[in-house]
């Protein structure tokens, strides 16, 4: 699935920029035709590395001075809405690509976008007929209720026109001992890395093609409403590690080829997770192996798909394999969809309202 790709304030810029890197040097084809980037902060946009500067957007200059909105929501929208005429420009002459849908990429927490966000969605939405995803980054604790309520209030105006909402869970993925621009940026390549793999399974060309192809409508129809995406990998079994079989192999090396397609997409709900679910809220699913071609192995596939079909309770159940032979690690990609609600989103309720008290969850927190 192609996607045309707006990232708004700090985080969502940061992100749009890594995503394009990735569509630049990585091997999964043509995923994001355009990046774009909108600030109120001239900093932010000055920062990145990838997206080109004609296509990142300086909104607010008179109200903002180029500094941010300050984790104002409301001040975040109204730039928005100014702003409308040159990012509606920008986006509209980008249109000569060929995108199947729009990524808007947020913190939800800040300001600009999380005020943004919602009111660019509803703009995107009247002026064209692709859907509009949003991929969301949920404020960690020490982001403070401020931010808890910014996110809050920015779920509920994009739920009505948002086609899919995609969460990051700051919290769940933060890890100590890292400054805050180390954490943020092994973080952003946690959420960044599984997405070539999820968007760009139908754009396989020659010699990539699955057995069992996923293209741009399967994953417009598995991903409505609030989403989780989960993400693991194994090492594939080199021609050399067969070569050397004497060798000690670690326990997933001993797993048969089935058993390792089973095991990479059970690995992928239970560790890899962007943001904690209840599985059997699930209204739906999609389920993805990419590797190389040699070690996709249908029944493993077909096993893990039964296997989620039991644990989200539901039959739609989409998904496929896809070949990358340049790659040497078997990812399994898990996306949730259709929740009506999430724990950290309760969590953050109860935040605002001054109970800091976790809602009851499962004991692993996945399901
Ligand atoms: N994962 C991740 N989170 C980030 C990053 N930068 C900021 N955040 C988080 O995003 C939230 C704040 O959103 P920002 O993007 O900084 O805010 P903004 O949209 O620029 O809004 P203002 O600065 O208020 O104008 C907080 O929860 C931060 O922890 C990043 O690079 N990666
Ligand atoms: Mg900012």
Known sequence: MRVGVIGLGQAGGRIADLLAYYHKWGIHGHIAPFAMAVNTAKSDLMGLKTIPQKDRILIGQTEARGHGVGTLRDAGAHVMQSGMPAIVHTVAGKMTEHIDSFL???????????????????????????????????????????MARNA????????????????????????????????????????????????????????????????????????????????????????????????KRDSIGELSPTLRCYTVIKSAVAAGMTCRCVMKDAGRGLLMISGPKNQINVEGFFQAKSWLEQEIDSYEIRGGDYPV???????????????????????????INGNGHSPKESSNGQN
């Open 325 to 351: 032979n340049a790659v040497d690690e078997l990812r399994g990609i898990v996306l949730l969809s259709g929740f009506t609600d999430l724990p950290r989103l309760q969590e953050l309720r109860s935040r």
């Open 152 to 247: 809050m209030d920015c779920v509920d105006d994009l739920s009505p026109v948002a086609d899919g909402i995609l969460f990051f869970d700051n919290n769940l993925w933060k890890r100590e001992g890292m400054t805050l621009a180390q954490a943020f940026n092994t973080m952003n390549h946690s959420l960044v890395q599984p997405l070539p793999s999820l968007l760009g399974a139908g754009e396989a060309t020659n010699g990539r093609v699955g057995v069992k192809v996923v293209d741009a409508a399967d994953i417009m129809n598995s991903w409505k409403g609030m989403s989780v995406l989960g993400f693991s990998q194994i090492k594939a079994r080199t021609k050399k590690d067969k070569l050397f079989f004497f060798k």
């Open 104 to 146: 808007v990429l947020a913190g939800l927490g800040g300001g600009t976008g999380s005020g943004g966000a919602p009111v660019l969605v509803k703009a995107l939405k009247e002026l064209y007929d692709h859907p509009v995803y949003v991929l969301g980054i949920l404020p960690g604790d020490d982001d403070g209720k401020l």
